[in-house]
């Protein structure tokens, strides 16, 4: 079973254009969570999703940023017209369901992809 | 709010000598509790976790943690350092919910 998916693993891009991360969770993992760790911090919870819902999106910026988790295929976030403080290593997580329905307190963490604007 | 503090950012130890992680914890409900670690390149890969049962918790690799909560501290051990230990290690929170408060990190090297 192939652990949770993140592409592209490093992207550079200069300010103003945008960026697209992908991830793919864990086979059967219906739950997926994006964090951001900014240098020197640790990670910061941005949104939660399950397939074609938007759970939870209080640690996202309101502007710029947006996710979603269709039907078919990955979790994409994307940030438009990056900024220099958008550099940071982004985290995708799975999750199973857990009991009733709900998340599972276990979530299964990605590599990584590492933006970095220019 | 919960809060995770991490009081060491940086850890060196001798092959074969014992490992303190050191963390303590801010939350307003009974926490749950967990150390991932992240080897250079990997993903974050779950060690151990507490979530209201047995105050000392076993995880993988010979590591365990003890849940103390007069000390609001899960401190993470192990007896003997291997090579292979050296990586980032993230102490996490969580108040019953599912956004993980993470910890800044603690960097282990360990020397041959």
């Known amino acids: 079973n192939a652990g949770v998916m993140q592409n592209p693993r490093h992207l550079v891009r200069r300010r103003g254009q945008e960026a697209r991360l992908r991830c793919s969770p864990m086979k059967g993992h219906s739950h997926v969570y994006w964090y951001r760790q900014l240098p020197e911090e640790g990670l910061k919870f941005m949104v939660y999703l399950q397939k074609e819902n938007i759970i939870d999106e209080s640690g996202m910026p309101k502007e710029r940023f947006s996710a979603e988790f269709p039907k078919e295929g990955p979790s994409i976030l994307r940030i438009q017209q990056v900024v220099r403080g958008d550099s940071a290593a982004y985290f995708c997580?799975?999750?199973?369901?857990?009991?009733?329905?709900?998340?599972?307190?276990?979530?299964?963490f990605g590599p990584g992809t590492r933006l970095t604007v220019t | 709010a919960q809060s995770v503090t991490q009081l060491d950012s940086h850890v060196s130890v001798s092959e074969g000598t014992p490992v303190l992680l050191r963390c303590n914890y801010s939350s307003s409900y009974s926490p749950s509790l967990f150390w991932y670690v992240q080897h250079p390149n990997k993903g974050l890969q779950l060690l151990l976790k507490y979530t209201s049962a047995a105050t000392l918790v076993k995880g993988i690799n010979g590591f365990e943690a003890e849940f103390k909560k007069s000390e609001t501290s899960f401190h993470l051990t192990k007896p003997s350092a291997h090579m292979s230990d050296a990586a980032e290690y993230f102490c996490?929170?969580?108040?019953?919910?599912?956004?993980?408060?993470f910890g800044a990190g603690t960097t282990v090297t360990v020397r041959a």
């Open positions: 996490v929170v969580s108040d019953d919910d599912y956004k993980l408060s």
């Open positions: 997580a799975s999750s199973p369901v857990g009991l009733a329905g709900r998340f599972s307190y276990e979530q299964y």
